[in-house]
Each structure stands twice: as C-alpha cells, then as structure tokens.
C-alpha cells in the first residue's frame, strides 16, 4: 500500500519496519518461554505455579516493553547512523514512534498468548 505513494514513504516504511522488528523479536522470543513453563506446571498439577507464571509473564511482557521502547527511542534520535536522506530519516523517525506505541499491547498479548498455549487452548487465529 506504501509503494503506491511514493518510494521516499517506501523506504522510510520498511526501515521502520526493519529496525522495529529486528528488536521487538528479542521480546516475542523471551516470552515464548512461558508456554512450556505453564504446560509442565500444568502437568505436574501445581496450579498456583500456573497462576505466578501468568502473572510473571505479564510482568515479563511490561519489562521487556519498556527496555525494548527505550532502544527504539535511543534508535530513533540516532536514525542518520543509517545513511538515509533527511526526509527518510524524518518519515522512519514517525513510524517508528507509532510502531513503538504498540510494542506493549503485542508483548501483552504474546505472553496471553503463550500461556494460554501452555494450558492447551490452542485455537486458529481468525
């Protein structure tokens, strides 16, 4: 949908979307640790361990968020490192900033997500 505006607004996407994701996996990782802790709390019967794991994962998801924000931030002051032409670096710097405004809601639902996959309710995304 990008391409159809202009390749200034192209590049700036997909730099964006290069340094965002190259750093939030770092936080989607992490939190896939939470499915096979749950599943084997689960399996052992300790429920009270399942209900820590939860809330460790959500507290998991919010740490990571916030450090993983804090890179972001730091990448965007510093976007000339890349080489890109001012209007690039002004357009990335934006999206950045909107990307980053969602990386703790999806680090949320990823550490939801994980656990509720180490409970064994596994349901296809619609």
Not at 73 to 101: C, D, K, M, P, S
Request: aromatic share 8%; hydrophobic share 55%; proline share 2%.
């Amino acid at each position: 949908m990008i391409g159809k505006l202009d390749a200034v607004n192209l590049a700036a996407a997909s730099l964006a979307n290069s340094i965002f994701f190259l750093i939030a996996i770092l936080g989607i990782g992490t939190l896939s640790a939470i499915s096979p802790l749950v599943a084997k709390s689960k399996a052992e019967g300790h429920t009270n361990a399942v209900a820590i794991l939860f809330r460790q994962g959500i507290w998991a998801a919010i740490l990571m968020a916030l450090a993983i924000s804090t890179i972001l931030f730091v990448l965007t002051l510093n976007l000339e490192w890349f080489g890109q032409t001012e209007r690039v670096t002004e357009l990335t710097r934006n999206y950045l900033h909107i990307l980053n405004a969602g990386l703790l809601p999806m680090l949320i639902f990823t550490a939801v997500k994980q656990f509720s996959d180490g409970l064994g309710y596994t349901k296809p995304s619609a």
